[in-house]
């Protein structure tokens, strides 16, 4: 089943506690990148990756990190986690950044007390 | 840099009628893309329908449509027929088609309700 794969789904850990979020995605896409949602302030771009290698930032990539190994593949980084970065983070993936459709993971829910 | 504007936060619709969710956006860029999602209450992102800035004809999916005013900068979400599996959390965003700029920009959202 073609998916984009995170985890974890949830998680909840204290400031300073260095934690990683994978995403996978069995598609063979190009384009990966990350968002967090927050009430209010609909979905915000973190990272993204047009390809193996090449990353880019988006609007909120402050306290955040990212690599691109290999294709399927766009872990998020948090170095040094602040209560600010609660949030939802979501995952996504398309063919190339201009397809009409990018597929999204199922979210994960990030506590930082 | 470009905006999505979406000046509705909630909405109560009655089951059947249509509904108009209300997208505006701002960019200097003469190419981009318009996209709809939907986030039902399970929280997954479910990609609608797409417009882009040189098609002519506004894009339709089965009961949606976007109905795209390129010079009011407006690409409103319009179902018809509504029904109750269609109260959720609806995200409009838009691509700018600048090599350097490949971000995807959202919205904050309307909550559609559907009332039975």
């Known amino acids: 089943e073609a998916q984009v794969t995170q985890n974890p789904r949830y998680l909840i850990t204290v400031t300073g506690k260095k934690l990683t979020v994978t995403c996978s995605q069995n598609m063979n896409h190009e384009y990966m990148s990350w968002y967090r949602q927050d009430p209010g302030l609909g979905l915000r771009q973190i990272y993204y990756s047009m390809n193996v290698e090449v990353t880019d930032k988006g609007d909120v990539p402050e306290g955040y990190k990212v690599s691109r190994k290999e294709k399927r593949n766009f872990p998020l980084i948090l170095e040094s986690p602040s209560p600010n970065q609660t949030s939802l983070y979501f995952c996504?993936?398309?063919?190339?950044?201009?397809?009409?459709?990018?597929?999204f993971g199922p979210g994960t829910r990030l506590t930082v007390t | 840099a470009q905006k999505i504007t979406q000046t509705q936060p909630g909405m109560f619709v009655q089951e059947k009628e249509a509904v108009t969710l209300d997208c505006t956006y701002d960019?200097?860029?003469?190419?981009?893309?318009l996209f709809w999602y939907k986030q039902p209450s399970s929280g997954e992102m479910i990609f609608l329908i797409y417009?882009?800035?040189?098609?002519?004809q506004n894009a339709t999916e089965g009961r949606y449509s976007l109905n795209f005013q390129k010079a009011r900068k407006s690409a409103n979400l319009v179902i018809s027929a509504s029904q109750l599996g269609d109260s959720a959390m609806y995200f409009c965003a838009m691509r700018v088609d600048v090599i350097g700029n490949e971000k995807l920009t959202f919205g904050t959202g309307t909550r559609l309700t559907i009332i039975p």
């Open positions: 960019t200097s860029d003469q190419s981009y893309g």
């Open positions: 996504a993936s398309s063919l190339s950044y201009d397809s009409y459709e990018q597929y």
């Open positions: 417009q882009g800035s040189y098609d002519e």
